[in-house]
């Protein structure tokens, strides 16, 4: 369409994947940039996404990280 998009959005907390999105649009202000990220029902319900202060310490991929 020769324009701007109205809006980037992308997921956050993992790494590059949304800078790599939203560095193009950063100066450009009429582009709104959306992070969104996993949640849940909360910590108490054991269904969530909070993997750093609920989850366990263990191996995924080859690295030690918390998982859920």
């Known amino acids: 369409e020769g ?3 109205d809006a980037a959005i ?3 907390g993992g790494g590059s994947n949304a ?3 939203f560095y193009p ?3 450009d ?3 709104q940039l959306v992070g969104v ?4 029902l909360g910590v108490a319900s054991g269904k969530h996404a ?4 609920a989850g366990s310490v263990g191996v995924l ?3 030690k990280t918390f998982l859920l």
């Not at 990220?37 to 849940?40: D, S, V």
């Open 37 to 40: 990220e996993a949640a849940g």
């Open 50 to 53: 909070a993997s750093i202060s």
């Open 61 to 63: 991929h080859g690295n």
């Open 29 to 31: 202000k009429e582009v």
């Open 25 to 27: 649009f950063v100066e």
């Open 10 to 12: 992308a997921c956050i």
């Open 3 to 5: 324009r701007l998009p």
């Open 19 to 21: 800078m790599g999105l």
